[in-house]
C-alpha cells in the first residue's frame, strides 16, 4: 500500500497501489508546476494582506515557493507517484522547506479552485506565444507574396481548373484565415482572463478574503461571480480548443496544397532538403513529410476537442474528477498547435521554392478565360447568359478539335459572335484575365498590392 496522502485522515487505509497510479496526475500536471507557484504565492500575499496569517508567515510562503520555483528549474526537484499531483507535492515541499507555516498555504482554498487558475495562467501564456507565432506565420506569409504578386497560378474550385490567380493573392487568402485565428485568440484570452481563485471547493470560505487582491496579483481581468461556475468551468478550455483546432484546419488545408503543388502532377513547387524526407526504398524519393504530418497532427485536436464536450456534457455542479481528464489534451493541442505552426512558417521561409515557369505555363494549358470571353461579350451588349452558352459551345468545339481559345483565329471568333474584335486575344491572356478583376478584394494586381499594404499595417496591431 502507498503512504497515506494529505487528506486520508478520514481513511483507516491507504489507496491501493494501482488506483494511487490511475488517480494521480503528477505525470502531466507537472507542466502547470509554476504557474502554481505563482497562483500560490499570489494567495500567499492575499492571506497576510488580509489579516489571515501574519506578514512574516506570508514573506516566509512567498520564499520558500520561490526556493521550490528554483529547484525545479535546476533538476532538483522531481516530484514522483506519491505526491499524487503538482499541488500536494509543491505543498509538502514547502512545509519541508519551512516547516509547520507551509501548512497553512492552504487556508481558505481548494484544490478546484487551485488547479483552476494554474490551468487559466498556463493558457493565459500559451494563448500569448501561439499569437505570436500566428503573426510570424503571417509575416512570411506576406514576404513570400510581394516576391510574387505578378506570379500567376491556376485557381481551382472542385479541383477543376477555375481561373488564374495571382500568387500572392492565394497566399493572401491564408493570411487572412491566419487574421481570423488571431482574433480568434484575442477573444478567447478574455474569457479565459477570469480569476475562479477564491471560490473554494464549490460554496466559497469563511475565511475574510480579497478575491479582487489576488486576481489584480495574477493579472486576471476579472473574477468569477458564481463559486459553482468558478470551479466548474471549462468553456474556456473548450473555446480554446475549438480556435485551435480551427487554426489546425488551415494549416490543413494549406499543407494539402503544399502536397499537390510538390507531385509530379502539378509541379508548382520544389521542395528543398531542409524540409523533405527521402523513401527507404525508392531514391528518386523527395517526400512532403512536413505538410503531410501537419495534415495528420491536425486530427489529435480534434479529437481533444470531441472529448473535452463530451467530458463536460455530463457533468453536475460542481467539480468533478472527471475534469482531470481536462489537461493532457489541452497540453497536447497547445504543443501541436505550437510544433506545426514553426514548421509551416519554416517550410514556407525557407522549404520550397515555387517553380515560376511551369506556373507560367500551367495558366496557358486550359481554358479557365472562358469567363472573360462571356464577360467580353456582355461587356459590349450580349446578355451574359446567351454569352455563357456561346462561349460554353466554342469550348466543347475547341476540345475536340483539339485546340485552346487562344488558338482560335479571329474569323473563327467572328464566327461566333460579330462583337468579337482583335482585342480578344489580349483580353483573354492569362496576365490580363488577372489584372482585369480589379474589383475590391480580387486578384487584380493592383487589388493584391492594396491588400498588401493593408496587410502590413494589420499585423502591426
Known amino acids: 500500500m502507498t503512504e497515506q496522502q494529505t487528506w486520508s485522515q478520514r481513511f483507516e487505509s491507504a489507496l491501493h497501489p494501482a488506483i494511487a ?20 504565492q499570489a494567495h500567499a500575499k492575499m492571506l497576510a494582506h488580509t489579516g489571515i496569517i501574519s506578514p512574516e508567515e506570508g514573506n516566509l510562503l512567498v520564499t520558500g515557493l520561490e526556493q521550490i520555483r528554483q529547484e525545479y528549474r535546476q533538476g ?44 487559466r495562467l498556463y493558457l493565459r501564456d500559451q494563448i500569448q506565444k501561439i499569437k505570436n507565432q500566428l503573426r510570424e506565420f503571417q509575416a512570411v506569409l506576406l514576404d513570400l507574396a510581394e516576391k510574387n ?3 500567376l497560378i491556376p485557381g481551382y474550385t472542385h479541383l477543376q481548373r477555375a481561373q488564374p490567380l495571382s500568387l500572392a493573392h492565394h497566399l493572401l487568402a491564408y493570411f487572412h484565415m491566419a487574421q481570423r485565428d488571431w482574433e480568434r485568440l484575442v477573444d478567447v484570452y ?60 488551415h494549416l490543413s488545408r494549406l499543407s494539402e496544397e503544399v502536397i ?42 480534434f479529437g481533444h476537442l470531441q472529448a473535452m464536450l463530451v467530458m463536460m456534457k455530463g457533468l453536475p455542479l460542481a467539480y468533478n474528477k472527471d475534469l482531470q ?10 504543443n501541436t498547435v505550437k510544433a506545426c505552426l514553426e514548421a509551416i512558417t519554416i ?42 452558352n456561346l462561349v460554353g459551345k466554342v469550348v466543347k468545339t475547341s476540345i475536340v478539335a483539339g485546340k485552346l481559345l487562344k488558338d482560335l483565329k479571329l474569323e473563327e471568333w467572328q464566327q461566333i459572335h460579330p462583337a468579337f474584335a482583335a482585342d480578344i486575344y489580349e483580353v483573354i491572356s492569362p496576365r490580363q484575365v488577372v489584372a482585369a478583376r480589379n474589383s475590391y478584394g480580387g486578384t487584380g494586381f493592383a487589388q493584391v498590392r492594396n491588400a498588401l499594404l493593408a496587410a502590413r499595417v494589420q499585423i502591426k496591431k
Open 347 to 388: 517550410l514556407l521561409k525557407e522549404g520550397l521554392e515555387f517553380r515560376t515557369q511551369r506556373l507560367a505555363q500551367a495558366v496557358t494549358e486550359d481554358f479557365s478565360n472562358a469567363t472573360d470571353v462571356a464577360d467580353y461579350l456582355a461587356a459590349r451588349g450580349v446578355p451574359f447568359r446567351e454569352a455563357y
Open 149 to 151: 504578386i505578378e506570379t
Open 260 to 301: 499537390l503543388w510538390s507531385s509530379e502532377e502539378f509541379r508548382f513547387v520544389t521542395l528543398k532538403d531542409s524540409c523533405a524526407t527521402g523513401s527507404s526504398i525508392m531514391p528518386q524519393k523527395k517526400n512532403p513529410d512536413v505538410p503531410e504530418l501537419v495534415r495528420g497532427k491536425t486530427g489529435r485536436v
Open 21 to 40: 497510479r490511475f488517480n494521480a496526475s503528477i505525470g502531466f500536471d507537472i507542466e502547470l508546476i509554476e504557474y502554481d507557484l505563482t497562483g500560490s
Open 76 to 119: 532538483t526537484f522531481n516530484p514522483g507517484i506519491d505526491a499524487e499531483d503538482v499541488h500536494f507535492a509543491v505543498e509538502r515541499r514547502l512545509t519541508e522547506i519551512v516547516g509547520d507555516v507551509g501548512k497553512k498555504l492552504h487556508t481558505a482554498r481548494s484544490r478546484n479552485d487551485q488547479v483552476g487558475t494554474d490551468t
Open 190 to 249: 478574455r474569457r479565459v482572463n477570469i480569476s475562479p481563485l477564491g471560490c473554494g471547493a464549490l460554496a466559497g470560505t469563511t475565511f475574510p478574503i480579497d478575491r479582487h487582491y489576488t486576481a489584480e496579483l495574477l493579472d486576471f481581468e476579472n473574477i468569477y461571480a458564481n463559486s459553482l461556475d468558478g470551479v466548474s468551468d471549462r468553456d474556456f478550455a473548450i473555446e480554446f480548443l475549438c480556435a485551435a483546432s480551427l487554426i489546425m484546419v
Open 325 to 334: 481528464e481536462d489537461k493532457e489534451g489541452l497540453f497536447d493541442s497547445v
